[in-house]
Every structure is written in C-alpha cells, then in structure tokens.
C-alpha cells in the first residue's frame, strides 16, 4: 500500500518561511521523481515543484522560483520543500505526488497523491 503523508504547514506571516516534508512509503522510493502541487480556494490544482529521480533536475513554476526549493532523502524516503519569501498568494492546500516520469508531474499530473497540509499566509 503506497503512502504519501505531508507535514509541516501551517499559519505564517507574508514574508516568513516553512518547510513542508512528505514521508513515502510502499514503493521503491529512489525510482520516483517527486513533487509538489497546491490548490487554493475555488482555483485548479497547479503544479509548484519536481525533482527527478535520476538525474535529480528540478523545475519550478514561475510563480515560486527563487523562493522554493524541492529536494529529496533518498535514505528517509521524504522528500521536502523549502519555502521562503511566502505570499499571501502562495495560501493553499500542498500536496506532494509521485510518479516514474517527472514529466507527468511537471504536466499536472501524478501516479499517487497524498493527503496535503494547509498553508496560511498573512498580509
């Protein structure tokens, strides 16, 4: 059974950092490029962030570049995300995702989803 479980959101001001972790388990963890996505209110999901599992090239959506940082421990099965310099615009439910392809997930999409951790940013 694959498991994806987020943590590490939460209630910032704008301006303030977190760091967002999900822990893998029940599949071989070094063969999946991971990512992360969000959804606020009344939005679509959208992509944020990938790391491939290869090569360990990463992408970024426009909106957070310079500001997050994706990367993974192959060793504790989680991959994290860094955020800095947070917005209120960057308020949403993050999800993180896995998938063989890290162009599927840099497409919007992704073979197994977790649950997702609130993220709260104050002006």
């Known amino acids: 059974q694959v498991q994806l479980v987020e943590s590490g959101g939460g209630l910032v001001q704008a301006g303030g950092s977190l760091r967002l972790s999900c822990v893998v388990s029940g599949l071989t963890f070094s063969s999946y490029s991971m990512g992360w996505f969000r959804q606020a209110p009344g939005k679509e999901r959208e992509f944020v962030a990938a790391?491939?599992?290869?090569?360990?090239?990463?992408s970024y959506a426009d909106s957070v570049k310079g500001r997050f940082t994706i990367s993974r421990d192959n060793a504790k099965n989680t991959v994290l995300l860094q955020m800095n310099s947070l917005k209120p615009g960057d308020t949403a439910v993050y999800y993180c995702?896995?998938?063989?392809?890290?162009?599927?997930?840099?497409?919007?999409?992704?073979?197994?989803w977790g649950q997702g951790t609130q993220v709260t940013v104050s002006s």
């Open positions: 995702a896995a998938d063989p392809s890290s162009f599927r997930l840099t497409s919007g999409n992704g073979k197994y």
């Open positions: 790391r491939a599992w290869g090569s360990g090239a990463t």
